[in-house]
């Protein structure tokens, strides 16, 4: 037999090409690196990022084409001066020629450093752009994405593949771009200055360019191998530090150092393996192409016992066979770094193609104004992206009025804080329409939905900032007297006040220098500024003292006769005032009404009553 998510329309799913986006990237995360595709395509997507400065890469690259020219005119001074220069009359001619190639040097000098300093500061702003850009998207994902998604390599993504791309969009990029204009100038005059000569180069070429392209795949995949395994290990040692106390607590020191060190010794044997690829491909290049290059002299020192080339102009040649050995040599060097910077741009680029499975619709409906905070469920079923085959809301139905003061209790697991996650529009049910005064949310915009919601969770969460700067996390815009208010409201000046700095203390990472009431007075500090007409109130209690809990809920009570107020909560004490009752078990409504009714009923309530206040 169906169950009830499994009878849904189509058009009530999550849309797909969103879901099908987050399934790819955290299978990307999983399967072997080798099926990373072996090309430099994914370094293209930079091109609008680059696109934005155009000017500076403008001016970059005539830097580049003037240090390559004026290096290109040195073996002509060269010949010149063994042909016609060693010579009393070539004296004044040499004199002449080194006045000139001291001005070339100068303006090689200018136009190196002009292309060092607007080639990297384009890499450092374009990561800067990227990192921005990859943020953004990643807080814009839906939670279904961060279900899967390891923080700590999402992270690394973000750290280390962003400075990867940084290294070959500035060094690397502008090296590799220097030693092409050689290779390719040099190579054409080259041909100018004996064709005989340079079609035994061409004879090397595809010797020498073969092993380039087949080690380079090696290289890449190696690479993006090394950035996988670096970061594992970053997200293990995110998630460790995250807990210390509670690896403190279970003196599991050991036990983590030994993981750890297994997680950066395989990161190692995988960057040792691509650094040798690396080293193989840059071996097997340079003595090809210098071998090439003694050849190449073997020949024309022949050639000018015989009389066919002058010595200048063997030593022209020379010069610029060297300069384009030079230049695929190094280009060997750098293309180990441009193929690990391609395998970052396709791991954070693999983030930017993740779409929302929650986003706004083309055409959102308004919400109505003023708003009103009437709170809708309708025949609502919901199963976890994680647990597709459990639902953990089962064809809820509910309604509460502007104004009403609603309470959910019940077991855990029961399906309580799922309802929240629904209507803030975290995940979108499998069957049903959920509504916000009177519009289904799936028709507005979700940024609209939220903005007239405010929540206290059961976990209160507490940035490295100021006390000031967290409370004023739920409105931005507030004033620090409607800050200190709302600290007043929720019983948090007390504390705050004996904070060195006061409300301008740092709380530490996670509100680590604060105890768990203090943590969650902060937090309901945050949503009476929010002062929206919709409160969720999610265990909000829980982490206080006897004495705290009388005084936030005091507060509480004044700032919910003014608003819708959903409130969960495993104290039945906190309750008793609600308007209504709503008792869930096993995703579903199985009892509502009041304190006394539901006693009455001698039902699950009665029960959960009887073992609270009668210790039975």
Known sequence: MMSAAEQIETPQQPPRDALMEEEAFIESQLTEPAKSRARLKPLLALAPYVARYKGRAILAFIALTVAALTTLIVPVAVRRMIDMGFTPEGIAMINSYFSVMIAVVAVLACASASRYYLVMTIGERIVADLRRDVFAHLISLSPSFFDSARSGELVSRLTADTTQIKSAVGA????????????????????????????????????????????????????????????????????????????????????????????????????????????????????????????????????????????????????????????????????????????????????????????????????????????????????????????????????????????????????????????????????????????????????????????????????????????????????????????????????????????????????????????????????ILRDAPLLLLDEATSALDAESETLVQTALEELMRHRTTLVIAHRLATVLSCDRILVMDQGKIVEQGTHTELVAANGLYARLARLQFEGI
């Open 172 to 527: 690397s990029v502008s090296i590799a771009l220097r030693n092409l204009m050689l290779f390719f100038g040099a190579a054409a005059m080259m041909v100018f200055t004996s064709p005989r000569l340079s079609g035994f180069v061409l004879l090397a070429i595809p010797i020498i360019v073969i092993p380039l392209v087949a080690f380079g795949r090696w290289v890449r995949r190696l690479s993006r191998n090394a950035q996988d395994t670096l970061a594992d290990a970053s997200a293990y040692a995110s998630e460790l530090v995250n807990a210390i106390r509670t690896v403190q607590a279970y003196t599991s020191e050991r036990f983590a150092n030994t993981r750890f060190a297994r997680e950066v010794e395989q990161a190692y044997v995988a960057a040792r393996s691509s650094t040798k690829a690396r080293a193989v491909l840059t071996l097997i290049v340079i003595f090809i192409v210098f071998t090439s290059v003694v050849m190449i002299l073997w020949v024309g020192s022949h050639d000018v016992l015989i009389g066919t080339i002058s010595p200048g102009r063997l030593g022209q040649f020379i010069l610029y066979a060297a300069f384009a050995a030079s230049g695929l040599g190094q280009l060997s060097e750098v293309w180990g770094e441009v193929s690990a910077a391609s395998g970052a741009a396709e791991r954070l680029f693999e983030i930017l193609r993740v779409k929302p499975a929650i986003a706004a619709p083309a055409a959102p409906r308004a919400l109505p104004q003023p708003p009103r905070g009437d709170v809708g469920f309708d025949q609502v079923s919901f199963a976890y992206p994680t647990r597709p085959k459990a639902l953990a809301v089962d064809s809820v139905s509910l309604a509460v009025r502007s104004g009403e003061k609603v309470a959910i209790v019940g077991p855990s697991g029961a399906g309580k804080s799922t309802l929240f996650h629904l209507l803030l529009r975290f995940y979108d049910p499998k069957a049903g329409t959920i509504s916000l005064d009177g519009v289904p949310i799936r028709e507005a915009d979700p940024t609209d939905v939220r903005a007239r919601i405010a929540l206290v969770p059961q976990e209160s969460v507490v940035f490295a900032a100021s006390a000031r700067e967290n409370i004023r996390f739920g409105r931005p815009d507030a004033t620090d007297a409607e800050v200190e208010r709302a600290a007043d409201l929720a019983h948090a000046t007390e504390f705050l006040r004996r904070l060195p700095g006061g409300f301008e203390a740092q709380l530490g990472e996670r509100g680590v220098t604060l105890s768990g009431g203090q943590r969650q007075r902060i937090a309901i500090a945050r949503a």
